[in-house]
């Protein structure tokens, strides 16, 4: 297998969108004039093959592992990917993927994160060895390809992201929001005013809807992100809990009493981890949701920006008569993600309301278990233990504080979860795409 060299490549301008759909099996269904531009082929020389007839030699199978994973488990997908032009020349897109029906539809750009495209490159670069090393030990393509796959999954997991899904989650966004500068007035989009001027506003209007609600929820990951901190507080606790229980153990021979109200605290104790894991799995929930909430609303942001150019491509003299089409399959991938966003919120909001509630029973049942150490503690005191246990209790003193420490802060996330619980204004992204459809439909 070849390893990654410079050549002659080509350049997506930003604000350029290729756009193509294809069948189940990758087959190239429709194309747009910036795509057959930059990959140098026509219509007819498109239409009918599969899309690997771009695959450049240079790109890991690894990474076309994950996307096909993804697609086939009816997410959506997002990665670098490099291909190779019919001149053979090369070029690099963010390549967005997603499910239409039967059929997958895609839109790429230009990748707008420098800093991660630039380490992505790296990264590539080296999944290609590990894939080459496994070819010339005799595994087939695609045993090869999934040498490469557990490898991106490995170093992806070394730098934060613990799955596929979110490194997609994280990248889209961010890349979404990179490409989304001031919008312009529909007048600069389209000039003439008429039919069309009236559908690049309309556009122009969900993007602005979709761009406030991707921004709005920075709130609701930064509640999620709390997972952290419930964490680590259960693990303060947990390890408090299993000291004390060492100790109470040891002491129920030489004081009854004093072994007894050991088992009540540590009793207690137990339940306060009860709550905090039921937290914990609540908050991952919570998390796993938000991304996903903001990874759709990111596709179909960058769907609304590709309807808005494909508008303006219709004012120009002699536009592409498959337009008309490819805007309209855009918009209905937009309408299929923006029923997915409002279920998604409804979740949030239920999980959000349940995490506020499980914050406070753990703010309860953890004032209990202080009371009831303080007086076990005393106790040791009374009977003349403390010395002998002295280097034992100290740690889980240190584990408590820091574990009650990190409970004001969950009382401030509890605070925050029950304002993000109410409902999301998303009426002004419906009647704007609303807006956009009618116009849409009179103009055909």
């Known amino acids: 297998m070849p390893t990654m060299t410079e050549t002659t490549e080509r350049v997506v301008l930003p604000g350029e969108f290729l756009f193509s759909t294809t069948d189940s099996r990758g087959v190239i269904q429709s194309s747009n004039a910036a795509f057959e531009r930059i990959a140098a082929y026509s219509k007819e020389s498109l239409h009918g093959h599969p899309h690997n007839i771009l695959r450049h030699p240079q790109m890991p199978a690894g990474v076309f592992a994950m996307v096909w994973e993804l697609l086939g488990a009816g997410k959506v997908a997002a990665a670098h990917v490099l291909n190779r032009a019919a001149d053979?020349?090369?070029?690099w897109v963010l390549a967005t993927m997603s499910p239409l029906g039967d059929d997958y539809l895609s839109v790429r750009v230009a990748p707008a994160n420098h800093e991660v495209f630039d380490r992505i490159k790296s990264l590539y670069r080296a999944a290609l060895g590990v894939e080459t090393q496994a070819a010339e030990a005799g595994l087939n393509r695609r045993d090869v390809a999934q040498v490469g796959k557990q490898f991106l999954v490995d170093r992806l997991a070394e730098m934060g992201l613990p799955s596929v899904e979110d490194y997609m989650r994280h990248l889209l966004p961010d890349e979404v929001l990179r490409h989304a500068p001031a919008l312009s007035v529909a007048e600069s989009v389209v000039a003439?005013?008429?039919?069309?001027?009236?559908?690049?506003?309309?556009?122009?209007?969900?993007?602005?809807s979709l761009l406030d609600l991707l921004a709005a929820l920075a709130d609701y990951v930064a509640v999620a992100g709390a997972l952290d901190e419930a964490s680590h507080a259960a693990a303060n606790m947990e390890e408090a809990v299993r000291v004390a229980a060492e100790i109470s153990s040891q002491v129920s021979d030489e004081s009854p009493v004093l072994g007894k109200t050991g088992e009540g605290v540590v009793t207690q104790a137990r339940e306060v981890l009860d709550v905090m894991s039921r937290l914990t799995a609540c908050l991952h929930a919570c998390h796993e949701l938000s991304l996903d909430l903001r990874l759709s609303i990111a596709l179909a942001k960058l769907h609304a920006t590709a309807v808005t150019a494909f508008v303006r491509e219709m004012a120009q003299p002699q536009p592409d008569a498959a337009l008309r089409r490819q805007i309209t399959q855009l918009t209905h991938s937009l309408a299929h993600t923006l029923d997915q966003v409002d279920a998604t919120l409804a979740d949030i909001a239920r999980g959000l309301s349940g995490v506020a509630d499980d914050i406070a029973a753990l703010d309860n049942r953890a004032s209990d278990f202080q009371?009831?150490?303080?007086?076990?503690?005393?106790?040791?005191?009374r009977f003349n233990l403390s010395d002998t246990y002295a280097a034992r209790l100290g740690p889980i003193d240190e584990q408590l504080n820091k574990g009650m420490g990190r409970m004001r802060r969950l009382r401030e996330i509890a605070a925050m979860s029950r304002d993000l619980a109410q409902p999301v204004e998303t009426e002004s992204v419906h009647l704007t795409f609303s807006r956009f459809l009618a116009l849409l439909a009179a103009s055909a």
């Open 88 to 91: 053979g020349s090369d070029y």
């Open 371 to 381: 009371r009831a150490l303080h007086t076990w503690r005393h106790l040791v005191v």
């Open 192 to 208: 003439e005013p008429g039919e069309l001027q009236r559908l690049a506003a309309a556009s122009l209007e969900t993007e602005r």
